[in-house]
């Protein structure tokens, strides 16, 4: 890779320009060559259960097997429909090696919401957790697609057998109230196929590991296509990029073989929790916490608290209002929260209050980041020290990747550096595309110089040292504690009310956590129609995930227009933050 203007000042001395060439390997060799290194280190630790890097790919094995005995082949889609557990990685590295792609999917959608996703990703089958709710919405979801069996994970699959005894006679366990037996297969009945590899030729470049799915502000969500090596050279890159210097002397380290332990806050079924924490500890030989709901406990949050303290947590990737969330925690001074030597931060800005307090009660670092689904995701990230970082921006991108700032209107003209204009991303962990959305791609790449870039819809520049800064947002999604909501989406659903005639979904600031955002909807109703807050508010609990329902709902007599009659939510926004 020829230098660059970010090579050029704060590039961290130790950390490689480029990486090429990139291994033309699947995905699942992270496993299996961890697996043979260094079997017998523990990979997940869970509720007093511990599984090595051998039995993960013993059963992710096993579960390639099944598949393939249930008419699963090379290409089909196989979805997950599960929170961070143990099951998570094991499916996944499963699906793969079956030659199959994995769709995930949010634990917290609706029925209607997870129908359109099986539906649009062509899913043959999918992996629900044993749950009241979870299991239930599965069963109800794959009415009118081509899911043909459901494979049902219980919690107890990997509890101490006296723990899910126990658990199981006190209800504590959780627990479908039905099961449709015709086509229900449980996680536990698939441990008893052939343990060992099947041969399925898989072709990095080309072959798909995961759809994974982004939302727009003028459509329905989109499958992000990534193929193995977009995955696993995101992984390398980022390996590559971090380095530990708890002292600040200059003599850097990467991450420790077997050493780290991950906390697993961030759900795996989003590209940043999936790479970052799950597959990248995966190729470390890290020990990874699963941690199925980041805002259990008593207070809230105190799950990832109890999880540091308890298994000696090194490493964190969250989002802002985590971090806020641990350094506003009551007990907080009750924990020790030492062990954490480094930690990232993306999906919204990261304020240096924040961040200063979360290293004085850690004594740690933490950086910001910058990615998309449609990047694997990470393609920035500050140098991982307090000396070089520097706040308000994404910082620096990763090794072989390339930023270009160009102009609004084409995405084709390269703008000064210092001016603001559309981000454009070109590198190996870039996306092939969006799932049979061929004008939806075509739209989002350019060809630039003889290479390809992608544009993020995200408009920024490069400061004096090649650090990248966003200063707005091309579209208008909502960052909802790190997760992100998208307008016309929520606007589509409202608008199946009888009695809304006119919608407007904007994000507000949150006054605890000004990084945050919530929910706003403006509605107009119909003529003759009355209806409060409280109603709307209750009618989306199930129609949407809670980060996407509207936190607030004020009804007006009329929503400012355009010409043509489209809703201006910018003229709602400025009138809101004004007042």
Not at 110 to 125: G, H, I, R
Not at 303 to 311: G, K, M, P, S
Not at 342 to 366: D, V
Not at 382 to 403: A, C, E, H, S
Request: glycine share 8%; charged share 25%; net charge negative.
């Amino acid at each position: 890779m020829e230098e660059q203007i970010w090579h050029k000042y704060k590039w961290p001395e130790t950390v490689k320009k480029s990486l090429e060439p990139y291994p033309n390997e699947p995905l699942h060799k992270i496993l299996e060559d961890i697996a043979a290194k260094s079997g017998d280190l523990p990979y997940l630790k869970f509720m007093g259960t511990t599984t090595t890097f051998t039995e993960t790919n013993t059963m992710a094995n096993q579960v390639a097997n099944y598949l393939i005995s249930k008419g699963v082949k090379k290409g089909d889609k196989v979805a997950m429909f599960l929170p961070n557990t143990p099951h998570y990685p094991i499916i996944f590295f499963g699906i793969l090696k079956a030659g199959a792609t994995c769709v995930t999917c949010n634990p917290t959608y609706t029925a209607d919401e997870l129908n359109y996703q099986l539906k649009d990703s062509e899913a043959v089958m999918v992996f629900a957790f044993d749950h009241e709710k979870f299991a239930p919405s599965t069963y109800k979801a794959i009415k009118g697609t081509q899911v043909k069996h459901v494979v049902i994970c219980q919690t107890k699959d990997f509890l101490p057998k006296l723990k899910a005894i126990i658990g199981g006679l006190l209800g504590k366990v959780p627990k479908s109230p039905f099961y449709e037996d015709a086509i229900t297969s449980f996680f536990s009945e698939i441990l008893v196929y052939e343990p060992t590899k099947p041969k399925v030729e898989i072709n990095p470049d080309e072959d798909l590991a995961m759809l994974i799915y982004t939302g727009g502000t003028t459509g329905l969500p989109k499958g992000v296509m990534l193929s193995h090596k977009n995955i696993y050279s995101n992984v390398l890159q980022i390996n590559e990029y971090v380095r530990i210097d708890p002292e600040e002397t200059g003599e850097s380290q990467s991450f420790r073989h077997g050493k780290e332990v991950f906390i697993g806050a961030l759900p795996w079924y989003h590209s940043y929790g999936l790479t970052l924490t799950m597959i990248g500890g995966a190729y470390i030989a890290a020990t990874v916490i699963p941690i199925p709901d980041p805002r259990a406990g008593k207070p809230p949050l105190s799950v990832i608290l109890e999880a540091i303290n308890d298994y000696r947590g090194t490493v964190l990737h969250a989002v802002p209002t985590i971090y806020s969330a641990i350094v506003n925690h009551p007990n907080v001074d009750k924990y020790d929260l030492t062990s954490v030597i480094g930690c990232g931060s993306g999906a919204a800005p990261l304020a240096p209050e924040l961040a200063k307090e979360f290293e004085r009660i850690t004594n740690s670092w933490i950086v910001e980041g910058y990615g998309l689904s449609e990047t694997s995701p990470v393609t920035h990230m500050n140098p991982t020290n307090k000396i070089q970082r520097k706040f308000g921006t994404v910082g620096l991108p990763m090794p072989d990747t390339y930023v270009k700032i160009v102009d609004l209107d084409t995405g084709l003209k390269e703008l000064p550096q210092g001016e603001n204009g559309e981000i454009a991303l070109s590198g190996p962990q870039v996306m092939k595309g969006y799932w049979k959305r061929e004008k939806a791609s075509a739209k989002v790449f350019r060809e630039i110089d003889g290479r390809k870039y992608f544009l993020t819809g995200d408009i920024g520049f490069l400061d004096e040292e090649g650090f990248t800064v966003i200063t707005d947002r091309k579209k208008d999604m909502i960052i909802v504690g790190g997760l992100k909501a998208y307008p016309r989406e929520i606007e589509d659903i409202l608008y199946e009310h009888p009695k809304i005639k006119l919608a407007a979904v904007i994000g507000l600031p949150d006054e605890e956590t000004p990084s945050n955002e919530y929910v706003a909807a403006y509605l107009v109703l119909k003529e003759g129609e009355t209806a409060t807050e409280e109603e709307i508010i209750e009618w989306c609990r199930d129609r949407m995930a809670g980060y996407k329902r509207p936190r607030k709902v004020e009804f007006r007599d009329d929503l400012p227009l355009s010409t043509v009659g489209k809703v201006l939510r910018r003229v709602i926004k400025e009138e809101e933050l004004k007042g």
